[in-house]
């Protein structure tokens, strides 16, 4: 892949897009958000409004951490706080795409299309990569941020353009070209992360008290599995319960589901073939810190016929 080309076809494109119109992105910390901010602060500078939307999904410390990693690279992020907003649009429901859409529907039509009139912005810039459009247009798992490509007309339904810089690239090619351009390494090999965020991956109703629940889960995975040299690891809230015993006495806990994988592209993934000294340490501190959980196991099934997320 020639990245040097690619960086100047995509800044040159969206200078001729955008113009002297204003433009905005929603930075998660990812991958592919991170490079299109970057891209589109080196195309516009100050013509791009850049925000980081705290939508109570996200892991531990993140909305402060990913503000703070631009700000060394003198790219400004506005912070705003959306968890009530999307936690009440996610209360009651437990269906995997109901809850995607609720996702999609609280960010675009509600926080967003609410900070896109007040920055009157006429484009959104987009971290979709070709891998959400393929998944989201066979209709195997809706992808939050793919609009144009299932008919909508981000126009007349939100009131601006998406520019997508990234939707000829797969995930490997991201993170090429993010080294190209010297970003953190912090970013350009930082695991995939849904732009649902935690909501992926707890089964069933997400609430503020099962969030942390994953949200502790998440921190010792990502602690334990951080040398592991693999594609993506995580863990995952189910939504059922089971009998354990603990303090010589019954009780009726939560399951932890922790999965690390395998691949280049995410199109296809296997499980990574862990230590059983780094399972029983994964089980020990998961089941040890966490309270009400009392179950812990690993994921073995492949891509496909597993999607890598749960939701």
Known sequence: MDCKRFVEEQIAQIKQTVGDAKAINALSGGVDSSLVTVLGHRALGDGLKTVFIDSALMREGEPLRVVETFARMDIPVELVD????????????????????????????KVFGRLVKESEAKFLFHGTILTDIEETVAGIKRQHNILAQVGIDTQEAYGYAVVEPLKTLRKDGV???????????????????????????????????????????????????????????????????????????????????????????????????????KLHRLCDRIVGEIEDVNRCLYDLTPKPPATIEYI
């Open 175 to 277: 993170r090429e070209v993010c080294r190209f351009l010297g970003l953190p390494a912090d970013i350009a090999e930082r695991i995939p992360f849904p732009g649902p965020g935690l909501a992926t991956r707890v089964v069933g109703e997400v609430t503020r008290e099962r969030l942390a629940t994953v949200r502790a889960a998440t921190a010792i995975v990502e602690e334990e599995l951080g040398d592991s040299g693999a594609f993506q690891y995580m863990a995952v809230l189910l939504n059922d319960r089971a009998t354990g015993i603990r303090d010589n006495k019954r009780e009726f806990g939560q399951i932890i589901v922790v999965r690390c994988i395998e691949s280049t592209d995410a199109r296809t993934a296997t499980a990574t073939e862990l230590t059983w000294e």
């Open 82 to 109: 959306a968890q009530e907003e999307f936690l009440s649009a996610l209360s009651g429901l437990t269906d995997p795409e109901e809850k995607r859409q609720a996702v999609t529907d609280t960010f675009y039509s």
